[in-house]
């Protein structure tokens, strides 16, 4: 044990973590180089700086309308993720019943299971509904992939909640729902912006589900898996990649510093990011 301490003191730790990171965001790094460089072809060194190919990411129509479905895709699937979170949380965190905690479960299991099985499972089901494929079909796979993300922020939120807060309001004569969107909404509303962040970020990234549950409206990872089999057309693709990357990044960050804000207001630091 007293050799194991010294090893981690020696700052061996530390360098493994460095590598770590350097080995999981390194390929990350040369997508927005690649997307600068005037070469069609990406490759060392680098033939030149332009910013041709974002510049042709608004005149191509295809790529428009796959934006625009990833939108209603998106946040139709963090508003309804969000909607449900809620309710799943607060139960969670409030209420003690038979089968709570098989029930938590079953509501994470989507973030364990492999997303093929999860997707041809949907697209299964969906057939036998008789659904035709569309984007109301990738909304309800997204949203089943989102709920667990939405869960872990919004448990966050709700765990270390005062209920004295909620008790005062009903002494005041206030209704359980007035107390419930007057003071419990308000004290979560981080952790609810946080939800609706990340589970719009996870949704906008997401291409096994939409690959198997969308019919012929192409969301964004959808548009782009179809560029790949061009190879003119992959400078483009790294041009959108690295927005995409870049919103992602944002949203993320936005979603986490929204998360924290709500665990200090409920006093409680656990979460999906701790």
Known sequence: ??????????GWLGAYALLYVVFLYL????????????????????????LHWYEDLPRTPALLDAAWNSLIVGVSA???????????????????????????????????????IVAISMLLVMLQLGLSLSLFTVVLGHVLVCIPYSMTVLTSGFEGFDRSLEEA????????????????????????????????????????????????????????????????????????????????????TVAEILRRRAARRTRNEGGLYA
């Open 27 to 50: 390929p990350v790094i040369f997508l927005p180089i690649f997307s600068v460089n005037t070469a069609a072809t990406p490759k060392f060194p680098l033939t030149g700086f332009t």
């Open 1 to 10: 044990m007293i050799a194991v301490r010294r090893f981690l003191s020696g």
């Open 169 to 252: 309001s009903a002494d005041l004569g206030e209704s359980a729902f007035g107390t419930f969107r007057r003071v419990t909404l308000p004290m979560v509303a981080p952790a609810i912006i946080s939800s609706l962040l990340v589970c719009f970020t996870i949704s906008l990234d997401e291409f096994i589900i939409a690959f198997f549950l969308t019919g012929t409206e192409a969301t964004l990872p959808i548009y782009i898996w179809g560029q790949l089999r061009f190879a003119a057309k992959l400078p483009g693709v790294l041009a959108l990649g690295t927005l995409l990357l870049v919103a992602s990044f944002l949203l993320m």
């Open 78 to 116: 963090a508003v309804l993720s969000t909607l449900l979170g809620i309710l799943a949380a607060r139960s969670i965190t409030r209420y003690r019943y038979p089968g709570r905690s098989t029930i938590h479960g079953l509501i994470m299991a989507p973030l364990v299971l492999p997303e093929v």
